[in-house]
């Protein structure tokens, strides 16, 4: 079957397996593995949350790594690895936030709460982005900036927030990704003096590719320069 076509055939296979499951476990081996993204619109709405811009990226550093959600380990059969296995195995009901599993489970108490102690719970504007999405229909959307800010870059409005999105989950807690915490400014200033967070976000030689999921933005690797360019102000 040719690729559009099977892509075409994804909103009914995946309402067949959400049927399914309702007696057994759905079969995950038909979906591709890495579906294409969807076609990004031109301009990012400031009132959306796009999947592939924000969701993704967060569910990735906070949930589908190794010993968690990824492919391999599958806690509770949950893969959180790309759209189709978050909408399904994360039962994501979309338009009703508070009636999805993914969402849900980020405020249960002691070991049910995900991420699972000794993760750090995600913060107040973590779970608002999942909300949202989830209310604004779980879509599978991507944007592309055209505004891009470079003027006004501030720690706390603009640099925290990639972070937060793209790498705290990973990089904090008790053992953190290579030793490094990246929860709040002296973490990120750190990286920032050795020339390792430039490094890694653009994917420079003698770096670690990060996130290990897909390069940042172009917008947020100016943002970023910008910002250190500054001389990394904690504002
Ligand atoms: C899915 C988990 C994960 C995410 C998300 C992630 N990291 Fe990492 N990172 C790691 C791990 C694990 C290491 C340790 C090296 C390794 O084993 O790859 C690491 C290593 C690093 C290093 C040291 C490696 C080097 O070459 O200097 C830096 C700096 C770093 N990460 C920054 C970031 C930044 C900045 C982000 C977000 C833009 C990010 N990471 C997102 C898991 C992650």
Not at 47 to 74: E, K, R
Not at 165 to 188: D, E, R
Not at 225 to 235: A, E, L, S, V
Request: glycine share 8%; charged share 15%; with cysteine.
């Amino acid at each position: 079957m040719k690729k559009t076509n099977l892509i075409l055939l994804l909103p009914a296979i995946l309402l067949i397996l959400q049927l399914a499951s309702c007696k057994h476990d759905p079969d995950l081996s038909v979906l591709p593995v890495n579906p294409d993204p969807p076609e990004p619109t031109i301009g990012c709405d400031p009132d959306s949350v796009y999947f592939v811009n924000t969701v993704f990226p967060l569910i990735q550093s906070s949930c589908a790594m190794s010993g968690c959600h990824d492919a391999a380990t599958a806690r509770e059969g949950v893969v959180l690895t790309d759209y189709y296995r978050i909408m399904i195995t994360g039962e994501v009901n979309p338009g009703n936030a508070g009636d999805s599993k993914i969402y849900e489970v980020l405020n249960e108490d002691g070991e049910d709460r995900m991420p699972p102690p000794p993760a750090q719970p995600l913060n107040a504007d973590q779970k608002a982005i999942i909300a949202k999405w989830i209310n604004q229909g779980a879509h599978n959307n991507a944007c592309t900036e055209t505004n891009c800010d470079t003027l006004n870059v501030t720690f706390s409005g603009i640099i925290m927030p990639i972070v937060q999105t793209n790498c705290s989950g990973c990089h904090s807690g008790a053992s953190p990704g290579g030793g490094i915490s990246l929860t709040n400014y002296n973490g990120v200033e750190a990286i920032a003096s050795t020339g390792q967070l430039l490094g890694v976000v653009k994917h420079l030689t003698g770096y670690r590719p990060m996130p290990p999921s897909g390069q940042l933005s172009d917008c947020q690797i100016a943002q970023i320069n910008k910002w250190i360019t500054n001389g990394k102000p904690n504002n």
